[in-house]
């Protein structure tokens, strides 16, 4: 059995929303905030990477 890469988005923002990305199949939308001295936040709900641009070099 294999597992799926975790999906990762980078993004400019410190705040994001995300919702699943898969319409109804997906997520209720929660908005994470991306701590200024991590550079990353993972969705509790479907484990996606947000990387803020500034620390994107570093994190991938």
Known sequence: MTTQ???????????????????????????????KDVGFVICPYCDKKYIHTSFADKLQ
Request: with cysteine; charged share 25%; proline share 6%.
């Open 5 to 35: 890469a975790q999906e990762i988005e980078i993004t400019d923002q410190w705040r994001v929303a995300c919702d699943g990305g898969e319409g109804a199949l997906g997520h209720p939308r929660v908005w994470l905030t991306i701590p």
